[in-house]
């Protein structure tokens, strides 16, 4: 994507509002489809949770700041609890699975591209200097040729920022 791309899309959480959205719904549709269990994604890579989290966020690329992609401080969750529908959608679907009797997989994606702090670690859009010695070499290689061998170069973590937690999972 191009800079301007990528932050509209980290924007579009804000304007997310599935009105008809309705757990009970799509569990008897599961069940009608004799299905024994479901697999819903609760927070992808790209760093948005589909549940209440407590988790905040305190530093994220700007793709679109005078001079290029910046760093740039924020406190937010970057939840469903953030758009305009706020709402747990990942309680309501286990809620009413539970209730109706289906299994859940619930899939958290630990890498966080919307999350700044997680920049050193993995495919993250933004890499900082010494990324080559904080990934595996492999991992390092696969960010390189995923970027095409430019990635955004940002400035290394704080010392609070690499001590920091992976945050809570649903």
Known sequence: MSFEDRQAYNQLYKTWNPIGFDASNWISTFKESVMKMFAFTTKHHEGFSMFDTKTRVKSRANWTAPGGPQLESCDLAYSIM???????????????????????????????????DFRPYGQHPLQVPSSASLMIYADYRRAQSFYRGNPVIVPDPSDAEASRGAGDQP
Do not use: M, N
Request: net charge negative; glycine share 2%; proline share 6%.
């Open 82 to 116: 953030e758009t305009p529908f706020r709402r747990d959608v990942v309680k309501e679907l286990c809620d009413e699975a539970h209730r109706q009797g289906i299994k859940i997989d619930l899939d958290f994606s630990h890498p966080d591209w919307y999350d700044a």
